[in-house]
């Protein structure tokens, strides 16, 4: 059974960093487009980041960009994002997601993981 398990989320002050893991089981990272989505209380669930299987491309929402940076380590099946900067709207459940292509749609992935809480807050 496929799984993707996030970690590392936390408490952390305006400014400080987290980094977030997603681990996977059943299911090779390496091959597929990890997406990094966030959901606030009382909003949509909004798409942070991607990086791509092929050739490792990486995308990022316009809000995170030269904050947050995603990376993959294949030898543990395990994508990060690495949060810096932390502001309190970036206060959410992360989850990372899977599937073929990047999209910021978060009805184009197939499989989810169940999401981790980050808090940025004095």
């Known amino acids: 059974q496929v799984q993707l398990v996030e970690s590392g989320g936390g408490l952390v002050q305006p400014g400080g960093s987290l980094r977030l893991s997603c681990a996977a089981s059943?299911?090779?990272?390496?091959?597929?487009?990890i997406g990094w989505f966030r959901q606030a209380p009382g909003k949509e669930r909004e798409g942070v980041s991607c990086?791509?299987?092929?050739?490792?491309?990486?995308y990022y929402v316009d809000s995170v960009k030269g904050r947050f940076t995603i990376s993959r380590d294949n030898a543990k099946n395990t994508v990060y994002l690495q949060m810096n900067s932390l502001k309190p709207e970036d206060t959410a459940v992360y989850y990372c997601?899977?599937?073929?292509?990047?999209?910021?749609?978060?009805?184009?992935?197939?499989?989810w993981g169940q999401g981790t809480q980050v808090t940025v807050s004095s």
């Open positions: 059943e299911l090779t990272l390496e091959n597929y487009a």
């Open positions: 990086m791509m299987s092929s050739d490792a491309s990486t």
């Open positions: 997601a899977a599937d073929s292509f990047c999209s910021w749609h978060r009805d184009e992935y197939e499989y």
